[in-house]
């Protein structure tokens, strides 16, 4: 049975469609106000590609910030619940996922069946969310996707001490007046943002692979700092943005609480 | 004999200048990443209206978060100390300060002698702090001066459900969006700040007469809706930023005075 996953995040909205065994496709744009049309949109222009006709995929689940508003999915699963299922499914031997999205931020951790044990969460401040790398690029005056590399290329870091998103821009430009480098405030900002991460994963106590998932994965700098503070390499599937996406999709497969069988790993 | 007081905040740097019964000079200026280093060059500028130099001014407190840079200063003095002194000076029956600067908010309790008994403090997140304004003031394309009497024409405020200010600032860009006044925006932001500063007081305590400082105090807004919910009167200086730099001023006397008697 085809069925697809769709997560509308406070920035992008991805979805994606499942066989039970595969992802066959996906795709990404940019939320809308409308998460029913930015859903729609998404889910259309992934079955155009797949040549699949309207209708063709019998179920839907909406996860993410707007997932209430998507009239066409017959169901609705918590970015928790869909993040960790996506993780688990692109990284099978996943303990803990950790989701970075825009504007929120997840630990979860699994059973050894695949359920969740535990979860912790931030959606309530900017601090250890993509916001706050969003923000730092701004001040510093560099593309977004250029955080990480700067950051990696760093001889050390600038303290960053403010854990507000909005007070961290005066800590920044003060940082440029003292000469620092753009290299060593991006590391310093990357090293704030996983902090914040890494109190949630210790909250949920990490164990087994650690595995790191949603668009703030992308950013190679983000992995390593989380690396250096938790000592566990976290596991980056390719295009762990459509994790999420991937997770509803297989909620969409199973009514009930059972996890589908590991089919190993496919990229989107 | 003249003393000055120096209060380096984050967003404005604020001076006053006393002798020994008045203000003689004030003056607000934007605070730049090198303020405390260059203090005595503003110093020099606000005091050349009234044909003074720095050199005429025998005692200097610094104050605010950038106080501990200032080279030229006798002495610094936390702005929860000041704040209470300004404030207590204006207002002899001050006994509740509300003070909310550029990046932080504090409610103060003040004794009968203006001196601080207890305070609560966020410097840690910019919601209920000035910066939220500036953020929101920013988004929906008016002056900072101008929030206060928008709010106050609103009819139906807009709900913000996110404390973050970056959230909240999401928030109201959709609001803007779907076309809500942004009256009816300046007034949801204005009542988000009443809840966070009315927790602010009620955790130290709120006693009569209760005392509005900092920018906020220039925000109608903010003030009415505060008096609103708490069913009391709200004074307000006519400066109210000038509070700590005030309060710097008259330590910087009593020092003075007090060396003198020595």
Redesign the interface.
Known sequence: MLSAGIDIG?HSTKAVVFDGRSVLGGHALVSD?DADTAARNALHQVMTVLGLKEGSVPSITATGWGRRQVSFAGKVSSEAMCASRGGRWLVPTAGTVVDIGA?GCRAVKLRPDGAVEDAAENS???AGTG??IE?AAVYLKVPLDRIGPLALAAKGRAEISS?????AE?AI??Q???GESVERIAAGVVWSVATRVTELIQRVGAKGNLVLVGGGALNPALAKAIEEIVGVRPVVPDQPQFATAIGAAIQAQHTEASLPRQQGRRSV | MYVAGIDIGSSTTKILVLNQRDTVAARITETMPDTSEKAESILAEAISGCSLVPKDISYVVATGYGRVNVPFANRTVTEIACHAKGVHFAFPGARTVLDMGGQDCKAIRVDDNGNHQSFIMNDKCAAGTGRFFEVIARTIGIPLSEFGPLSLEAKAPLRISSVCTVFARSEVVRALRKGVPKADIAAGVCEATVDRVVTLLKRVGIEPELVISGGIGRNTGVVQRIEARLGMPARVPPEPQLMGALGAALFAREAVASKCTK
């Open positions: 406070s106000d504007e309530k401040c900017a916001a706050f923000l854990i507000c998103a909005v007070f005066s430009i003060s440029i007046h003292r």
